[in-house]
């Protein structure tokens, strides 16, 4: 397990997949995601033995300290050569949204990203309205780096996105910060 403060990280199980479906099928998490169509057992079951032959993806469940899983988070897209990978993360249990939860354990990802896998950027997708998720990363130090203008059509309307990144050595300066 990859420790963090209020939460811990670990491999995802196939007895997972019941909480997946209920998470990702919750129109409420589903707003912020770019997945749209209903999501079947079937396909959480095949998304799961993607993962497990993937080298280029680690996802992990959330867990609180007391063993209580509340979402997922992971590194997809990782550039082995230039030592990059895109980041995502959805505590699906909304009941635990806004007590620092999603914060703890993205900066546990951040470690394992930077010091384990010794990636040297992580960066990532975010609707301009998700404005917790954003102040989740910037809490975190992702900088803001560009805007994908109207690049989303969800709900009716274009929306942007934008993309936060972080750098290494701006992940160790808010790590000797703290
Ligand atoms: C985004 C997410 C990971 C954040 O995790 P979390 O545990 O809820 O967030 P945290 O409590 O760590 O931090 C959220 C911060 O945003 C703030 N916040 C909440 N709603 C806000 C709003 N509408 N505007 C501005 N700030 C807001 C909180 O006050 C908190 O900041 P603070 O610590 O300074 O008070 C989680 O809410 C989630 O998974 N949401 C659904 C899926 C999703 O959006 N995934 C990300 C897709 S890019």
């Avoid at 007895?15 to 997945?35: C, K």
């Avoid at 010091?115 to 102040?135: K, M, P, Q, S």
Wanted: charged share 30%; with cysteine.
């Amino acid at each position: 397990m990859i420790v963090g403060e209020k939460t811990r990280l670990r491999a995802i199980e196939r007895s997972d997949i019941p909480l997946f479906l209920g998470w990702f099928n919750d129109p409420e998490v589903r707003q912020y995601l770019s997945m749209y169509l209903p999501l079947s057992e079937a396909q959480e079951e095949q998304w799961f033995e993607r993962q497990l032959e993937d080298d280029s993806r680690h996802v992990f469940a959330i867990e609180t300290a007391e063993g209580v899983p509340i979402g997922n988070l992971g590194l997809h897209s990782i550039d082995w050569k230039n030592r990059s990978a895109v980041c995502g993360i959805s505590i699906g249990e909304k009941e635990y949204w806004n007590q620092g939860y999603g914060t703890d354990a993205m900066r546990t990802l951040l470690r394992f990203a930077f010091e384990e896998l010794n990636l040297h950027r992580v960066f990532l997708h975010v609707y301009d309205f998700n404005e917790r998720a954003i102040r989740c990363y910037e809490k975190l130090g992702f900088r803001r780096e560009g805007r994908l203008r109207q690049s989303q059509f969800t709900e009716g309307r274009y929306v942007d996105e934008l993309i936060m990144g972080m750098l290494r050595e701006e992940w160790r300066a808010e790590e000797d910060a703290r």
